[in-house]
């Protein structure tokens, strides 16, 4: 076989492992799981930011429901002591009693309010740190494959530059001069003649065209330009 006909496959085999390269090192399913990934810790994060808050707000209403009660005790001392007799007197305190026990409800329901919020955040955290932990072992794992692939195709693609290499000292220089040429317009410089039409741009040939090419020669399309050949 002409070395041209060898040099032009090692080119498209080389364009192949470029291809398969380039889609490896971005394989889509990876960068699905890393945007997950991204999207779990996200709302990990923002779980821990609300819950932290949340303990702060009840060290808060503790405290405040503590003063409550501290407040109610003196007033039931007060109340209760029957040190008190101005009846005017009394009702103010008993009002100001009720008045308290409503608003230490009040405190008592937001701080229940407000553990329910962090059991429910607690488990949403949870459920993140078990995904997140499966999804890094997925990725970890993708990762070695990828890389393993990586290097097939690097070290493929060595072998195939290399015989490049070798095919292009070996083929005529004109020859190579007109390939590399017709290689800047073209993905495929060298097509094959079916049925005697140029395969490159499917227009059919001379008939002294035709007597070359069954001579094994390898000619230019008078249409395209490209390199033929018939096998
Ligand atoms: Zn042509």
Request: charged share 40%; aromatic share 4%.
């Amino acid at each position: 076989m002409n070395e041209i006909i060898k040099l032009d496959q090692q080119y498209n085999l080389a364009d192949k492992i470029k291809n398969k390269i380039t889609y490896i090192e971005k394989y889509p399913k990876l960068l699905e799981m890393k945007t997950k990934l991204s999207k779990i810790n996200n709302l990990e994060e923002r779980c821990i930011k609300e819950l932290e808050n949340l303990k702060k707000t009840n060290i808060l209403l503790e405290k405040k429901l503590k003063n409550k009660e501290d407040e109610l005790k003196k007033i039931n001392k007060d109340l209760y002591s029957g040190l008190i007799k101005d009846i005017k007197l009394l009702e103010n305190i008993k009002n100001k009693e009720i008045h308290l026990e409503e608003s230490k409800e009040i405190v008592e329901q937001d701080l229940i309010g407000n553990m329910e919020k962090m059991e429910i955040l607690n488990n949403k955290i949870e459920k993140c740190k078990i995904k997140s932990i499966e999804l890094k072992e997925i990725i970890e794992n993708s990762n070695r494959k990828i890389n393993e692939k990586l290097n097939e195709y690097r070290n493929k693609l060595y072998i195939n530059l290399e015989e490049i290499e070798k095919l292009r000292s070996k083929v005529n220089s004109d020859d190579l001069i007109k390939y590399d040429n017709i290689k800047i317009k073209y993905k495929n410089p060298l097509v094959k003649v079916e049925k005697d039409i140029c395969r490159g741009c499917n227009v059919e040939l001379f008939m002294n065209k035709i007597s070359k090419l069954d001579n094994n020669e390898i000619i230019e399309c008078e249409n395209c330009g490209r390199l033929m050949y018939k096998l």
